[in-house]
């Protein structure tokens, strides 16, 4: 597409970016990465450390204002409920991620049609179904077949991991209620699988895999696209995207090594998150584009989607190894996940079971409870609360829909800069109120779930915890005037802008986002592909 450049130059080296790298280096096109991070090094995970919680704590939290790295940028909370939660790096949050792979349904995407409430999305969960099975064979996807809250489809290519003596009892106080469970499904495989290694299990996922199993994209896409000819530009702060005079992306200048650069590119794909993306429209306005790039519509930054989340945890007196991986899911339920107008709220919540870590996640959750914050935990109580907790603990993760408000929203801040002293983003936050009701009736479900499964002590140990999902702030639709891009991600505005982060999501849905985010990738990937002698190019 190009005569000089790149053909497609890629913002971004996460989950959506790594699956847009492999597909259209594989397809021949000459492709330019752009990442502000580096590549991890998967020695120095703290995983398998004594001190690993505490270093979760601190040098990989998941919260860049906590983390602190050169590589990340501030961001200002001071006017939101919640915190943000992303990594900068090749792999982007999938080298930290749970690895939890579960699809939207069909209902997520026709909200509007079934429950009055935000808007159709322009694609249905059949445009999205064969993607969704392709990466699941590249992300080395292990699951069952059959779920029967599921649509119709290809099972996982890979086989369940077994389900720990966590998953097992709960799936039995899940039977006793006539409650709806399933096998988790996992971007980790349970047998070796392309350059992914078997799970051991350590059930230490979310701080990297030491083991290279793991669904992340530093591990499964982007070697397969440097082979094909990708190349992955790291340290590269991308400061703004340049068009020509008929408004056509045309490339990025960026930051490395304190001095700026220029990537020209016949097409510009941004995939920087919920956050990072509206920021770097923001930072790319110019005279044709004043309010920021692409942003006729307005709605860039809108309608921001953090998708918080319940816990509710419970005590059992026999030792149920809850350590045991992979850390993400061990069972996973829907059985209120739809609409069900008596309970008072519209669309619902995705449960699993998660591992509760160590002692220093497990006295969180004590210090954080509901119900057990003012019993006596330091002193003489401590060690015995600790040994009565740690692998004796189910926890029920109620991942509750987080419909699309105008209050929420991403600007840019005016004071605070990033090391290379551009704009940092500020976000405004606050949780609805249908959410809250969502959390309401999960949690007492959940406690529900608890005693028919035997605990001897359960509570809620949190209601609305950040997910690190940030979504919605450049949806896709088919009216210009109120969306930024269309189905296939490409801007309204700027026919040679592709967006394929979850960013473009409509609604949040009620589900871990990461399997339909690359599903869109990858359908956009397809599309500029196959588009290719008609498509409008900036250089």
């Not at 397809?27 to 270093?55: I, S």
């Not at 749970?98 to 969960?125: C, E, H, K, N, Q």
Request: hydrophobic fraction near 35%; include cysteine; charged fraction near 20%.
């Amino acid at each position: 597409m190009a005569a000089h450049g790149a053909d497609v130059l890629i913002i971004g080296a996460g989950a959506s970016g790594g699956v847009a790298a492999k597909y259209l280096a594989t397809a021949g096109l000459k492709v330019v990465v752009l990442e502000q991070g580096q590549w991890p090094d998967p020695g120095e995970y703290p995983g398998d450390r004594p001190e690993y919680e505490v270093l979760n704590s601190s040098r990989f939290h998941p919260n860049p204002n906590i983390r602190g790295r050169q590589d990340d940028y501030p961001i200002n909370i001071t006017d939101s409920v919640q915190p943000i939660y992303m990594y900068a790096g090749v792999g982007g949050s999938t080298a930290y991620f749970a690895g939890v792979w579960s699809r939207a349904l069909p209902s997520d995407f026709r909200v509007r049609t079934l429950d009055g409430v935000a808007d159709d999305w322009p694609i249905s969960y059949e445009d999205l179904q064969p993607h969704y099975e392709a990466n699941d064979i590249d992300f080395g996807v292990s699951g069952m077949g059959g779920n029967p809250a599921y649509p119709p489809g290809a099972a996982p290519p890979l086989p369940a991991h077994p389900i720990n003596a966590t998953g097992r009892r709960m799936a039995e106080g899940m039977n006793k209620l006539g409650w709806h469970w399933w096998p988790g499904y996992s971007a980790i495989p349970s047998r070796p699988h392309g350059n992914q290694a078997q799970c051991v299990r350590y059930g230490i996922c979310r701080l990297g895999c030491r083991e290279g199993s793991k669904g992340s994209t530093d591990v499964t896409h982007f070697p397969v696209a440097m082979r094909q000819g990708a190349r992955i530009i790291t340290g590269a702060r991308v400061a703004r995207i340049t068009v020509n005079d008929a408004g056509l992306a045309n490339g990025a200048v960026y930051v490395r090594d304190g001095k700026e650069h220029f990537q020209a590119a016949a097409v510009v794909i941004v995939a920087c998150n919920g956050i990072g993306t509206p920021r770097l429209l923001f930072m790319s306005e110019s005279s044709l584009f004043p309010d920021g790039l692409a942003n006729r519509s307005g709605q860039v930054g809108k309608r921001l989607m953090i998708h918080p989340f319940a816990g509710v945890v419970g005590l059992y007196d026999d030792d149920l190894e809850d350590w045991v991986g992979p850390a993400g899911t061990q069972i996973e339920s829907m059985q209120f996940y739809e609409t069900e107008a008596s309970r008072g709220f519209v669309r619902g919540s995705k449960w699993h079971v998660m591992t509760t870590g160590g002692p220093l996640e497990m006295a969180h959750r004590w210090w954080f409870g509901e119900e057990v914050r003012d019993e006596p935990f330091w002193g003489p109580e401590f060690a015995p609360k600790m040994k009565r907790a740690v692998g004796h603990s189910i926890d029920w993760v109620v991942h509750a829909e987080d419909l699309p408000e105008e209050t929420n929203f991403v600007s840019l801040d005016p004071d605070l800069k990033d090391s290379d002293g551009l704009a940092a983003p500020a976000v405004h936050y606050r949780t609805a109120e249908n959410t809250h009701r969502i959390f309401d009736f999960g949690v007492a479900r959940a406690l529900e779930a608890h005693a028919a499964a035997g605990a001897v002590k359960a509570w809620i140990s949190h209601r609305n915890l950040s997910s690190g999902h940030n979504l919605g702030t450049a949806r896709m639709g088919s009216d210009p005037a109120t969306s930024v891009v269309d189905g296939y991600g490409r801007a309204h505005d700027v026919p040679n802008l592709y967006i394929i982060d979850g960013s473009v999501f409509t609604t949040s849905t009620g589900t871990n986002p990461t399997a339909t985010i690359c599903a869109i990738a990858r359908r956009t990937s397809s599309y500029i592909v196959s588009n290719a002698r008609n498509q409008a190019v900036g250089t």
